[in-house]
């Protein structure tokens, strides 16, 4: 990709996969940080196809984004000197529509918000916190529709989770994926809990119990595009496949060597794409659960995407603190990779080795 490209963070493909949205950083020096300390970026567009930085009208510094269901905006966690925002960017117009002030809980957490979503019918958006003093993960709810006056002091929502592994699954509703394994379904205008999806079992006897979904922390979790399947992945090295909305466990996804850090599934609902701390990206059929081929790197895989045509994949690997952009060119009867590996030095550039892809033995065929 053409420009700054450090730090790189919040991947999103949008406006039917032509425009690719995400955070850099600045300055070489700021892409090792505290991984503890949320780090302000600006906002970046690029022309996806050709790689082409896009020009924005002005700078949009923020710390986390989203896109509507449309994919033709952008939510943005945007800081100003003034105080933060919640600001809605729109991608063809490349100009700002609408933006919201608010208070935040206070001047520790001014500037945190990592986590944003929209719900179905684009007009609630959740934006989540991890706190600095306990280290749960909080959200507030802010209403596109509404006609506030001034900024806005939203209500807190806590749980103890990772602040990322939350999915909006109804108009009004959204799941929490725990550090115990849970994923707990909470209303997104009142905050409270109304119930927890859970594996349904038969004990010797016949006896029926119920199981929680993971038996480590929840990192990530994904609602397909029709809404008829979510995906979690976890610390237990498992990604478990949700019927939707019966909530019903489908398939366990076994394959990875350590913690599942982000999924995500394709716009027509066939395809899984799984990335993880042992470096490899591994793509699944959703309908019955088997894996089609797999990538591996020495990179942490921190995000993954897949395009809505399923021909690219783009993921956030790390390593030492350094955060590297990859994209892979998914192509019939053999799997073309390219990997953007340049650093801030040659050294850098130089540690980090290209994916290595594999075929399972009955997909000699990686898209149907």
Request: negative net charge; contains cysteine; hydrophobic residues 40%.
């Amino acid at each position: 990709m053409e420009g700054m490209e450090l730090g790189c963070t919040d991947l999103h493909l949008a406006c039917d996969d032509t425009v690719l949205v995400t955070q850099v950083v600045d300055d070489v020096g700021d892409s090792v940080v505290d991984l503890n300390t949320v780090k302000v970026k600006r906002l970046q567009l690029w022309d996806f196809a050709s790689g082409r930085q896009l020009e924005m009208p002005m700078e949009v510094m923020c710390t986390a984004t989203c896109l509507t269901r449309t994919s033709e905006h952008v939510i943005v966690a945007r800081t100003t000197p003034t105080g933060p925002s919640i600001l809605v960017w729109n991608l063809p117009a490349n100009q700002t529509e609408h933006e919201i002030p608010y208070l935040p809980m206070n001047q520790l957490v001014k500037d945190s918000v990592t986590y944003l979503n929209i719900s179905m019918d684009d007009r609630l958006v959740v934006a989540g916190f991890q706190n600095p003093t306990d280290d749960q993960a909080c959200y507030m709810v802010f209403d596109l529709a509404a006609n506030y006056r001034g900024p806005v002091a939203p209500q807190i929502v806590q749980f103890d989770a990772e602040v990322n592994a939350t999915e909006i699954i109804g108009a009004d509703q959204a799941v929490t994926g725990t550090r115990k394994g849970e994923l707990l379904v909470w209303n997104l205008h009142t905050g409270q809990v109304v119930r927890s999806i859970q594996i349904s079992a038969t004990l010797e006897g016949g006896n029926p119990t119920v199981l929680p979904p993971h038996s480590g922390t929840v990192h990530c979790v994904k609602l397909s595009h029709d809404k008829h399947y979510l995906v979690t992945g976890a610390q237990d090295q498992l990604v478990r496949v949700w019927t939707m909305p019966d909530e019903r466990l489908l398939h366990t996804l076994e394959g990875h060597a350590d913690d599942v850090l982000s999924v995500d599934i394709s716009y027509d609902s066939e395809i899984v794409v799984s990335g993880s701390w042992d470096g490899s990206i591994r793509v699944w059929r959703l309908r019955d659960g088997n894996q089609i081929c797999w990538f591996t790197s020495n990179i942490e895989i921190l995000q993954v995407k897949i395009s809505r045509d399923k021909r690219s994949l783009v993921a956030l690997g790390e390593r030492n603190r350094h955060r590297k952009l990859i994209t892979l060119r998914v192509v019939r009867n053999r799997v073309r990779t390219t990997t953007t590996l340049r650093g801030g030095s040659s050294r850098l550039a130089s540690s980090l080795s290209p994916p290595t892809p594999g075929m399972s033995p009955n997909s000699p065929v990686i898209m149907a």
